[in-house]
T-cell receptor, first 115, second 114 residues
């Protein structure tokens, strides 16, 4: 049982390049989330998916797109990377669709550097 | 909108001393409250959560937190710090009307001195 896995662990991009961050969970959770972590700002929600087939914007969605490929996988795409997107990206999942008070389980993160 | 304030971006304690990390939330309705810990180069791990049951919540690794509605606070404590407690700690809040989305505080880095 690996929990939440993310690939790659580290990536360097040039401004304008595109890339997709992959996330998978093996806990049969319905909800999945993408956050970015920046120093002094905590984690901010980029997009989330309450259930397979649905996605919604979070606090900071600009410059990103997501795909809920199936129940297990939730990818985050940067179409044209900018230096402001240099960050650590975390994927998380939780059990029920929007159930209050649920625990979210986090992956190990992807460190992205945009030059 | 809900928000979370963590007082003190850095806290330093001696090994064996009391750990107190402060968290205040802004909400007219009691929310669900969480404390997560992040060890260096790792993801976040749940320490404990308050979901409107007992106001004193016990978590892993000897941590506990008390929900005080009158003070809109959810401070995290541990009676005796251990070197292994050195990490970054995040307070987070969610409310039913906002689904299960978490709003995080800015984080507090705990340093434990030997």
């Amino acid at each position: 049982n690996a929990g939440v896995t993310q690939t790659p662990k580290f990536q360097v991009l040039k401004t304008g390049q595109s890339m997709t961050l992959q996330c998978a969970q093996d806990m049969n959770h319905n909800s999945m989330y993408w956050y970015r972590q920046d120093p002094g700002m905590g984690l901010r929600l980029i997009y989330y998916s309450a259930s397979e087939g649905t996605t919604d914007k979070g606090e900071v969605p600009n410059g990103y797109n997501v795909s809920r490929l199936n129940k297990r996988e939730f990818s985050l795409r940067l179409e044209s990377a900018a230096p402001s997107q240099t960050s650590v990206y975390f994927c998380a999942s939780s059990g029920l669709a929007g159930g209050p008070g649920e625990t979210q389980y986090f992956g190990p993160g992807t460190r992205l550097l945009v030059l | 909108a809900q928000s979370v304030t963590q007082l003190g971006s850095h806290v330093s304690v001696s090994e064996g001393a009391l750990v107190l990390l402060r968290c205040n939330y802004s909400s007219s309705v009691p929310p669900y409250l969480f404390w997560y810990v992040q060890y260096p180069n790792q993801g976040l791990q749940l320490l404990l959560k308050y979901t409107s049951a007992a106001t004193l919540v016990k978590g892993i690794n000897g941590f506990e937190a008390e929900f005080k509605k009158s003070e809109t606070s959810f401070h995290l404590t541990k009676p005796s710090a251990h070197m292994s407690d050195a990490a970054e700690y995040f307070c987070a809040v969610s409310r039913p009307e906002y689904g299960n989305k978490l709003v995080f505080g800015a984080g507090t880095i705990l340093r434990v001195k030997s």
